[in-house]
């Protein structure tokens, strides 16, 4: 029996489709895995959420919602349009650019500085305590010179 080329088609999509989902259909952490990794310092790209974190390491010194600009990296990792000085672009860019609304959560005392979007962790960066203030201070300051209609338009938690 031969099948008309419109049904071959079909099945042959189907089976592609089928085949992208079961390679693409990688099991995410359960909560409490997630919990496990950042206690053993595993802080896993992709496969970490804002919650997992903040249940282990407590409230972040500085925590920051905004609509942010990435730059995507090779190893998968992503960059955050202000850690890189302007007209310059990160080491290791593949020449990608996401966007959507991120957390920032900046841990003085740990001196981290994770950023989640689409809550996955995407950007970790290890810095001095300092810093991580500078960027906190600039972060309070933004929200003080923000308009009433900026306000409106925030992002809300």
């Known amino acids: 029996m031969r099948l008309p080329p419109w049904r071959l088609i079909l099945l042959l999509n189907l089976a592609v489709m089928t085949a992208l989902l079961l390679a693409c259909a990688k099991k995410f952490p359960t909560m409490d895995e997630q919990k496990m990794q950042v206690r053993d310092g595993q802080l896993i790209m992709h496969r970490l959420s804002s919650r997992a974190v903040l249940d282990v390491w407590g409230p972040p010194t500085y925590e920051r919602r905004e609509q942010m600009q990435f730059f995507t990296l090779e190893n998968g990792t992503y960059v955050p349009f202000f850690r890189v000085p302007l007209g310059e672009a990160p080491a290791g860019w593949d020449n990608g650019v996401v966007s959507g609304e991120a957390v920032f959560l900046a841990y003085v005392d740990r001196g981290e500085l994770l950023a989640f979007l689409d809550d996955r ?37």
């Open 121 to 157: 962790l995407v950007y970790r960066e290890q810095m001095p305590g300092e810093s991580l203030h500078r960027i906190g201070k600039k972060w309070e300051k933004e929200d003080r010179l923000k308009t009433p209609l900026e306000k409106s338009l925030a992002p809300q938690r």
